[in-house]
């Protein structure tokens, strides 16, 4: 069974940091596609990032540029989004999600397995 559950959400003050956790089960995301995803209250869902199925491509929205890092580490089976100098406008729902290909894509519609979600909320 395809399974990802995200972790590592929670409250964050503006400019703090936090470090998303996607671990899968039942898949192995190496030589495969991860992307994060985000959904404000009232809003669609936005690409944030993705990594690629070598690991050597990261794609980043611009809103999020030099401040998330992606990265997976294939021994754990988990993928990660570092995200540091958080604004109040990051606060969102984020998904991870699985996309059985080799190019990143933004589109939420090309990524059949998704997590549950963790819940990230910057404020003071």
């Known amino acids: 069974q395809l399974q990802l559950v995200e972790s590592g959400g929670g409250l964050v003050q503006p400019g703090g940091s936090l470090r998303l956790s996607c671990a899968a089960a039942?898949?192995?995301?190496?030589?495969?596609?991860i992307g994060w995803f985000r959904q404000a209250p009232g809003k669609g869902r936005e690409g944030v990032s993705c990594?690629?199925?070598?690991?050597?491509?990261?794609n980043y929205a611009d809103s999020v540029k030099g401040r998330f890092t992606i990265f997976r580490d294939n021994a754990k089976n988990t993928a990660y989004l570092q995200m540091d100098n958080l604004k109040p406008e990051d606060t969102a729902s984020y998904f991870c999600?699985?996309?059985?290909?080799?190019?990143?894509?933004?589109?939420?519609?090309?990524?059949?397995?998704w997590g549950q979600g963790t819940q990230v909320t910057v404020s003071s």
């Open positions: 999600a699985f996309r059985p290909a080799s190019v990143c894509s933004g589109v939420a519609a090309a990524y059949p397995t």
């Open positions: 039942g898949i192995r995301l190496n030589y495969n596609v």
């Open positions: 990594i690629d199925a070598l690991g050597t491509t990261t």
